[in-house]
């Protein structure tokens, strides 16, 4: 498996809430100095978001596509996707984009920013 596939699956694990309720977990694939903007637009760290989604409901992982890969410097990855929740996509529920860089120079991918952002119905 290519760079792009550790990231992805890396990426995927985030999504899963057997993941996202570990701390241990989140904080081998989150960077220490992690920042994340929300749907909402709020702004989270490392330790914000380790102490939500320890909190967080079981839920299904998402389904997504339209993964994107671009190399930013030696070891620095941009990574976008859709999430589209498991529905089909003209049902009308939301979905959003989202971007992640991931920091590679480890060995071990960690995610040093992520964003997502909700989009309109059919886009």
């Known amino acids: 498996m290519g ?25 081998r694939l ?5 920042l994340e903007i929300g749907r ?3 702004r989270w760290t ?3 978001i380790i102490a939500a989604l320890g909190a967080e409901d079981q839920r299904p992982t998402p389904e997504t596509d ?6 930013l410097a030696p070891h620095l990855f941009l990574v976008t996707y859709r999430i589209r929740s498991g529905i089909p996509l003209d049902s009308g ?27 309109l119905r059919g886009n």
């Open 40 to 42: 909402s637009g709020q």
């Open 3 to 27: 760079v792009h596939g550790v990231i992805r699956t890396a990426e995927l694990e985030l999504l899963a809430s057997s993941t996202r309720v570990d701390a241990a977990r989140l904080r």
């Open 93 to 119: 529920t939301p979905r959003s984009r989202h971007s992640s860089v991931w920091d590679t120079s480890t060995g071990q991918p960690r995610l040093r920013f992520h964003q997502g952002t909700p989009v």
């Open 66 to 71: 339209e993964w994107e890969f671009s190399q």
């Open 30 to 34: 989150l960077h220490p100095e992690f």
């Open 46 to 48: 490392r330790e914000d």
